[in-house]
Each structure stands twice: as structure tokens, then as C-alpha cells.
């Protein structure tokens, strides 16, 4: 897949079926611990609290169009980001911010009025992600990637500004 210049051309939508297998693919080159076989399956079909998006480039060639996945569980009055990814050919230009932002709104209009998320201690880019947004470290969990002796940092972001976030989702369709 390669990169393209225009992030204009990228757009937001639900996950569907059909887009199971891409997003598999993009969860196995974007982790070195990818979800079980079958796992997006059961947060499409049935879990009735998550949140799945997709990020697709419709110019890209057929079978390699969807460049960015989120799934939000939904936990009370919790939106917990449970993955988030964006093709490493289409990173650094906002997708994940966009993904992020359309995530967390359709969680607050499910009752969502915080978030909470575990991430590498390592993970400078999605770090600085989250930071952007205003998640703030709350907790800090040892060696939770044991496979290679990693933290995991706990953060939050409570409560969800939505001023801001739709202030964000603005910007990206100006
Ligand atoms: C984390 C991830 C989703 C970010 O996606 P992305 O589309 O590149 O993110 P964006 O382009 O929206 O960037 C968001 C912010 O991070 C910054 N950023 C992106 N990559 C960066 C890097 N390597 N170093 C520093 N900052 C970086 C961007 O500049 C932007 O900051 P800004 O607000 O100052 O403009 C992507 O890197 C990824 O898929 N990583 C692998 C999977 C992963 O680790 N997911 C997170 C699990 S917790």
C-alpha cells in the first residue's frame, strides 16, 4: 500500500463485515501482539457496546482501502479505547486524531462522559496522541506487556470536553 498526499480523501465510517479481513490485516501490521483470530467480529456483531470506525482511502486499490481502525468499549459511563491503529503509510496525518475525536463523540452520545486507555509506556506516538487530546498518566501497571518487560501506563481524560471535540472535527472537514 502506498502513501498518498491528500488526507482530504480519507473518510470516516462504521465498520462493516466486509471490511473484517483488512482490518485484521492493519491490526497484525500495526502490533506485535494483534487481537485473537475473531475478535473484530465479535466487537462488530456482538458486542452492543463498542464503537467501530474505520478510516478509508476509496482510491486506494481494491482490498487495501481501509487504513485506520478504532474500536471503543463502552463500560458504563466509560468509553475505554481498546485499539486504535492507522496504516504505517498513512500515519502522521491526523487520521488517528480524526478516529479518535469521531470515536469519543459517538461514545459520549452513548453516554460516555470520560475515557480511560492502556498504552505502552514506549509508545512515543500514540502518546503523544493522547496528550494532545488532554489524557492525563493516572497509573502505571509493571511489567503488563510481559513479552518484552514493558509498563503500561494507565491515562484518562475525565470528563470529555465535547466543545473541544467537535471543535476538532470541525477543523478536519474545514
Ligand atoms: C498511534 C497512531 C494511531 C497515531 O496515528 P496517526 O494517524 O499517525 O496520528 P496523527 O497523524 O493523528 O497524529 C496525532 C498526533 O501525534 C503526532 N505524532 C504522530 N506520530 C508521531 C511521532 N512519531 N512522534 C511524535 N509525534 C507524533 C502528530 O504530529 C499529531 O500531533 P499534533 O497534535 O502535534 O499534530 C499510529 O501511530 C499507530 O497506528 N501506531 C501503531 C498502533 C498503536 O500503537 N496504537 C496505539 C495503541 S495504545
Known amino acids: 500500500m502506498s502513501a498518498r498526499s491528500d488526507a482530504s480523501q480519507i473518510r470516516l465510517r462504521g465498520m462493516q463485515s466486509d471490511d473484517l479481513p483488512q482490518v485484521a490485516a492493519l491490526d497484525r501490521l500495526s502490533f506485535a501482539d494483534p487481537w485473537p483470530q475473531g475478535s473484530f467480529e465479535y466487537e462488530l456483531k456482538a458486542n452492543n457496546y463498542s464503537?467501530?470506525?474505520?478510516?478509508?482511502?476509496?482510491?486506494?486499490p481494491e482490498g487495501q482501502t481501509i487504513v485506520g481502525a478504532l474500536v471503543i468499549w463502552l463500560i458504563v459511563?466509560?468509553?475505554?479505547?481498546?485499539?486504535?491503529?492507522?496504516?504505517?503509510?498513512?500515519?502522521?496525518?491526523?487520521?488517528?486524531?480524526?478516529?479518535?475525536?469521531?470515536?469519543?463523540?459517538?461514545?459520549?452520545?452513548?453516554?460516555?462522559?470520560?475515557s480511560l486507555l492502556e498504552v505502552r509506556s514506549g509508545n512515543a506516538e500514540a502518546l503523544?496522541?493522547?496528550y494532545g487530546f488532554g489524557y492525563k498518566v493516572v497509573g502505571l501497571r509493571p511489567n503488563y506487556y510481559q513479552a518484552e518487560h514493558e509498563d503500561a501506563l494507565l491515562l484518562d481524560?475525565?470528563?470529555?470536553?465535547?466543545?473541544?471535540?467537535?471543535?476538532l472535527k470541525q477543523t478536519f472537514s474545514s
Not at 474505520?54 to 486506494?60: F, N
Not at 502522521?92 to 462522559?113: C, K
Request: proline share 3%; aromatic share 4%; charged share 25%.
Open 51 to 60: 464503537v467501530c470506525l474505520v478510516a478509508e482511502d476509496a482510491d486506494a
Open 77 to 114: 459511563d466509560e468509553a475505554h479505547i481498546a485499539t486504535i491503529a492507522v496504516h504505517p503509510g498513512y500515519r502522521h496525518r491526523g487520521i488517528g486524531r480524526r478516529l479518535l475525536a469521531e470515536g469519543l463523540l459517538q461514545a459520549a452520545e452513548r453516554g460516555a462522559v470520560k
Open 128 to 130: 503523544h496522541l493522547y
Open 157 to 167: 481524560l475525565d470528563p470529555l470536553d465535547l466543545e473541544f471535540l467537535r471543535n
